[in-house]
């Protein structure tokens, strides 16, 4: 079942800052953050584990509140470089299968 | 290193060839994937390999033929296409067994079925 991501798409000036968030109705093992520039292929963010880990990459964190089956993407004094299209993906098992949300456009401007 | 190669970057074929997709990866991972991404849209999961062997094929149709010949190779052979067939696909790697199972993508086949 596929996680839902809002927004759909946020527009940032640099410095800014933005959070996206990746729901699901069912319990969660995991969730896998990845951003997408055009043409490109996904780039591995983090991962967040159920047990409620918070974890940080640069000006890039994240956060899994398990109670609720939501994950959300933190990013901090936003850069030009974030420009891109972010997904989450979801595992409900231990195990190889992902399912990806639809994803969330975000665009900085400078 | 956390490279996944692919060939052709781009492919361009009829609806009555056959072709194949090719990815490689030299991370010693187990488990390699093939994802199709249409534009604007998720990649979706078309198949699993994990030790070589098919672990999860999500219902795609026969037109679409994996292959793992060895841990660091994967194919994809397709025949008799569908212009909806065009997309992205995509490659990905990762290692079983090892908590969280990392997927990397490889950059892609933009494949246009005419």
């Known amino acids: 079942q596929q996680p839902v991501q809002s927004p759909q798409a946020v527009i940032l000036r640099e410095g800014e800052d933005a959070v996206i968030n990746c729901s699901s109705s069912?319990?969660?093992?995991?969730v896998h953050w990845y951003r997408q520039k055009h043409g490109e292929a996904p780039v591995f963010l983090m991962i967040?584990?159920?047990?409620?880990e918070q974890k940080g990459h640069e000006k890039i964190s994240a956060s899994f509140n398990e109670k609720k089956q939501q994950s959300s993407l933190y990013l901090t004094a936003s850069q030009l470089s974030y420009s891109g299209t972010y997904f989450c993906?979801?595992?409900?098992?231990?195990?190889?299968?992902?399912?990806f949300g639809a994803g969330t456009i975000l665009r900085v401007k400078s | 290193d956390t490279e996944v190669t692919q060939t052709p970057k781009h492919l361009v074929m009829g609806m009555t060839n056959k072709k194949s997709l090719k990815c490689e990866q030299h991370?010693?991972?187990?488990?390699m994937y093939w994802y199709k991404q249409k534009a604007k849209k998720p990649p979706e999961l078309m198949f699993v390999?994990?030790?070589?062997?098919?672990?999860i094929n999500e219902s795609v149709p026969s037109r679409f033929s994996p292959e793992c010949p060895n841990s660091s190779l994967l194919n994809l052979h397709l025949h008799a296409l569908q212009p909806e067939d065009s997309a992205l696909y995509l490659c990905?790697?990762?290692?079983?067994?090892?908590?969280?199972?990392?997927?990397?993508f490889g950059p892609g086949t933009r494949l246009t079925v005419l």
């Open positions: 069912k319990a969660l093992y995991s």
């Open positions: 993906g979801t595992a409900r098992e231990y195990g190889n299968k992902l399912v």
């Open positions: 991370m010693g991972h187990r488990a």
């Open positions: 390999y994990s030790y070589e062997k098919l672990s």
């Open positions: 990905a790697s990762s290692q079983p067994g090892q908590r969280p199972f990392t997927q990397y």
């Open positions: 967040l584990l159920k047990g409620g």
